[in-house]
């Protein structure tokens, strides 16, 4: 079975780019997440969504990010315009359901660098 | 708001040592708890989790964990330790009053030396 897939692994880019991130999920999971990985910290979630639906989006800075899930499958995350501050490791993860005790699969992650 | 403690960030041990890491939440609810992993060049995956049942928990490559509720900790524990346990170890945790939103600590370094 496939894991999640994402791309790019890597990405540079110059301040007030924008940049985009791909995430295709296991398939038949239908909870789709996307979390900030900052060196030497843990994963935070920027985004949940249920099938289409974004269920959680409150830490999701929504002035230069956005997020969409069409057909409920394949997810993109975009930053416009990036800022410094947003280099950092950017993980998409799935699962079944939201359910408390399921696991949550990641993918490899995307690592932003913004110069 | 949910927390999660994990006080070791950078732990060294040489093969065969036995292996305590600790972790600590901040709920006072029902939580499930889990143990991500985080080998070199590759991506989270589950260690081991709690939901109810046996607080002793036994997950992948001889690591375990124990539920203690009233110390608020989930510490991980593997009594021989070998050169490819080498990771990033993560606790997280979640909880039903917060929409199962999974809380992650800053992760334990782990170097074995062989």
């Known amino acids: 079975e496939a894991g999640v897939v994402q791309s790019p692994r890597y990405k540079i880019i110059e301040k007030k780019q924008p940049v985009a991130f791909w995430c295709n999920p296991i398939?038949?999971?239908?909870?789709l997440y996307w979390y900030l990985q900052n060196l030497g910290q843990g994963p935070e979630l920027l985004i949940r969504?249920?099938?289409?639906?974004?269920?959680?989006d409150s830490q999701l800075p929504k002035d230069r990010f956005s997020a969409e899930r069409l057909k409920g499958v394949d997810s993109t995350l975009k930053i416009q315009p990036a800022e410094l501050g947003d280099s950092a490791v950017y993980l998409c993860?799935?699962?079944?359901?939201?359910?408390?005790?399921?696991?949550?699969?990641f993918g490899p992650g995307t690592r932003l660098l913004v110069l | 708001a949910q927390s999660v403690s994990q006080h070791n960030h950078h732990v060294i041990l040489s093969e065969a040592a036995s292996l305590e890491l600790g972790c600590n939440y901040s709920?006072?609810?029902?939580?499930?708890l889990f143990w991500y992993v985080q080998y070199p060049g590759q991506h989270l995956q589950l260690l081991l989790k709690?939901?109810?049942?046996?607080?002793l928990v036994k997950g992948i490559k001889g690591f375990e964990a124990e539920f203690i509720k009233s110390k608020f900790s989930f510490n991980l524990r593997k009594p021989s330790v070998q050169w490819s346990d080498t990771a990033e170890y993560f606790c997280?945790?979640?909880?039903?009053?917060?929409?199962?939103?999974?809380?992650f600590g800053s992760g334990t370094r782990l170097l074995v030396r062989p």
């Open positions: 993860a799935s699962s079944l359901t939201p359910a408390g005790g399921e696991t949550q699969y």
């Open positions: 398939s038949g999971h239908n909870t």
């Open positions: 969504y249920e099938n289409e639906e974004a269920v959680d």
């Open positions: 709920y006072g609810g029902t939580v499930n």
């Open positions: 709690y939901f109810s049942g046996d607080p």
């Open positions: 997280a945790v979640n909880a039903p009053d917060s929409s199962y939103k999974l809380i």
